[in-house]
């Protein structure tokens, strides 16, 4: 596992799948990276353990692949950190991204509205 940078994750944002492990509440308060999708930190690893059409049901994006890179962020790196520790052991390509949501407010990363995905079960 490996940390990411600020410029490598806004130059490629489309080639990741971009775990944001805050919570829902944290998200809404204070936005998201485009394109990044919610999986609150006290779900991960149980998030990971679903089948395709169950996670995809749950957290409203398709499960990543171990073909595919995860980046991983928090609001300041800590949780980032457990989550990519976590997704590595569960066989999956995981990166950090340790600045993580306050690095990449301050170097002037597009935000928008948090809008976390809420299953309606």
């Known amino acids: ?8 994750l806004a130059a490629n944002l489309d080639s990741f ?17 485009p394109g990044s999708h919610c999986v609150p930190i006290g779900e991960l690893e149980d998030a990971f353990d679903l089948d ?5 049901e749950k957290y409203g994006f398709a499960k990543p692949s171990a073909e595919q890179t995860v980046v991983t962020l928090c609001q300041v790196g800590g949780r980032a950190r457990r989550a990519g520790d976590a997704l590595a052991k569960k066989g999956l390509q995981a990166r950090v991204y340790m600045g993580s949501f306050e690095d990449w407010t301050a170097k002037g990363g597009k935000v928008d509205p948090g809008t976390p995905f809420q299953s309606a079960n």
């Open 17 to 33: 799948v971009v775990v944001d492990v805050r919570g829902r509440n944290e998200v809404k308060r204070n936005g998201q990276i």
């Open 52 to 56: 395709d059409d169950a996670f995809q």
């Open 1 to 8: 596992m490996t940390d990411i940078e600020y410029e490598e």
